[in-house]
Each structure stands twice: as C-alpha cells, then as structure tokens.
C-alpha cells in the first residue's frame, strides 16, 4: 500500500497501464512535456518515450478523432481535455462515431479508448473551466461514464477503464486532485464499472451523491448535530448507472437525497429520482429531493460561491427531508 493523492493515483493507474500493455497510448493538451495542466501525467513522458505519451494541438476534435482511428486499428488510447468545458469541439466526435462504432459495425468494431476531462468548480476558475457537464454524456447510448471521488476508486476505475473494450468518459474532480490522500494498492487492481459503493448504512435517509459533490456532502455530514441515520452512496458510475442498489436502499429508508454540482434541470440527479418513482414508490414517505446548482451559467470566480454546493444547502435538505411528514 501507498499514501496517494487522487492526482497521485490516476497517475500510477497510467504508468501501470502503459507500461504492461504496449497498446496503450496517453496524450492531450500539455500532456506529454509538462504533465497536463494539472500535472496528473508528469513524468510519463520521460519514463515512456515521446512515441507513447505527447502534446497535441489544442484542437480537441482531433484529439478524440485522432483517438478513435488509434482504437479501430488496434491501439488503446487514454486522451486528455484541458477541462470539460472544452469538449464541445469534439462533441461531434464523441457523439457521431465514438458512441456508435459498435453498434456501426454490427460488432466487427469496439473502440477501446479512455477521454479523460477535469471537471466541476471549486477552484476560482472561469466558467468554461467549471461545468458538470455530465447529462450531456449519459444520454448517448454506447458511452460509459466515471467519476470517482477517491484515490482507491480512481486508480481501480481507471485502469478498468483503460480494460474496457469500449469507449469511457473519465471525469475527474479537480477540486479534489490534491487534498487528501488514502491507502492505495501499488499493484493492479480494478474497481467494477457500473457497480454504486455504499460507504455508510442508515434507515432514515438514502443520500446519492458521487465525485466532488460526494466529497462536500460528506464534510457537511459531519456538521449534522441531529441524530439522522443516512445511508450514504456513492454512484462512482454514472452510465451505466446502478439505480439497483439506490433503489433497495430506498425501499429500507424511504426517502432520497441526490447532491450533485450539476444544474438542477435534466440532471443524473432527475433521472435518478424518476427510477425511484418508477421502482419504488410505493415505498416513498417523502417526495424526492435534489440538490444542486442554479439553472445558470457558472458564474465568475467571485459569484462561484452562491452556485457552489456548501455545508448550508446540504444540511438544510437533510434536516428537511427527515423532518417530512404527511
């Protein structure tokens, strides 16, 4: 075992990754010389060669278009985007071939390739460097989604990730990159896709949360002077998405919390609580709750605080939700 960053672990998951499978190939913006621009890459260039881990262009729909190529030909792409926010030039790509080679090519064709984005807000930045973008994600069939919010999940997720024989979205949380750390196997491990953690048991409360709004919601938690037995889950996997076991935990408490960073209006958070409606509620005692952002764009740096999740907005609708009756 080794103490490790987030930032620290998705790095070891890559080094493991390329140099045990010779397919596997890691670029981006700033990705190879300096590291990234968060330097989750930084030494992978001198240790691996310029021929497995460079810089491109800033140009994110070659990155991903460049990528996919790779993958149809045998390579195991890991791509970085500066931040989420700058995805949107290479949207087409994701969406047109990356989603729907597979199914294309009637099978003949899987696209075993990894795009790796920072994603959410928290560190004073400008709006196209803050959105929790992930509906826009979820919603395409043929796309995984995951977001860890540990060093154990990230390294496991990873490197299942870079495993996987179909495309991945990895979206990582920035906020989160270097605060704290956690024991984390040197040696290989996987962390399933698709499969939610619960990391706290409780009957009064089921809270659904997952990446830095996973993390917030837990310093909150320890603000919660009254006697609330929440039984806290982390999603890990947004798509596949593992309502299974939100859904058995509902049925044991009656009611949910979804916290996320994500604009309240057609997010994770809304479709999670319609498969709860559709799966258990008749075991509902309380109407659903989602906590969230404002249906705004990310403010600038000084305003980022009335978007961002806090302490207050969590505790307010625990406290709520607990105290609801009909």
């Not at 913006?29 to 992978?44: C, H, I, K, N, P």
């Not at 993390?215 to 996997?237: G, P």
């Not at 958070?269 to 906590?291: G, K, M, Q, T």
């Amino acid at each position: 075992m080794a103490m490790m960053t987030l930032l620290q672990a998705i790095n070891n998951a890559l080094d493991q990754q390329l140099t045990n499978d010779p397919t596997v190939v890691s670029y981006g913006e700033d990705a190879g010389f300096e590291g990234g621009v968060f330097r989750v890459t930084a030494g992978l260039q001198a240790k691996h060669g310029e021929a497995r881990v460079f810089d491109t262009p800033i140009a994110e729909s070659a990155i991903v278009g460049s990528a996919v190529g790779m993958a149809i030909a045998g390579m195991k792409p890991v791509v970085e985007l500066q931040f989420s926010g700058f995805m949107f030039p290479a949207y087409n790509q994701i969406v047109v071939h990356l989603a729907r080679f597979r199914n294309r090519s009637r099978s003949s064709y899987s696209l075993p390739l990894v795009v790796r984005m920072p994603y959410g807000g928290g560190v004073r930045a400008l709006e196209h460097h803050s959105e929790s973008l992930e509906t826009l994600f979820a919603h395409i069939p043929g796309l995984k989604l995951v977001i860890p919010s540990t060093p154990y999940d990230a390294k496991g997720l990873l490197t299942a990730a870079i495993k996987d024989p179909d495309p991945v979205i990895f979206f990582e949380p920035k906020k989160y990159y270097r605060a704290g750390k956690q024991e984390v196997p040197e040696e290989e491990y996987i962390v399933e896709i698709g499969k939610a953690n619960v990391l706290q048991e409780g009957t009064d409360i089921t809270l659904v949360s997952w990446g830095a709004a996973l993390r917030d919601t837990q310093k909150a938690l320890q603000n919660l002077k009254e006697n609330i037995s929440i039984e806290l889950i982390d999603l890990r996997t947004i798509a596949p998405m593992d309502s299974v076991t939100v859904v058995e935990s509902v049925k044991k408490t009656g009611r949910l919390l979804v916290v996320s960073e994500q604009v309240k209006t057609l997010s994770i958070a809304s479709e999670l609580i319609a498969r709860v409606n559709e799966e258990a509620f008749l075991y509902l005692e309380a109407p659903p709750v989602r906590v969230g952002g404002y249906d705004i764009t990310i403010p600038l740096p000084r305003g980022e605080h009335h978007q961002a999740l806090n302490d207050k907005k969590i505790l307010r609708a625990v406290r709520s939700l607990a105290g609801y009756e009909v």
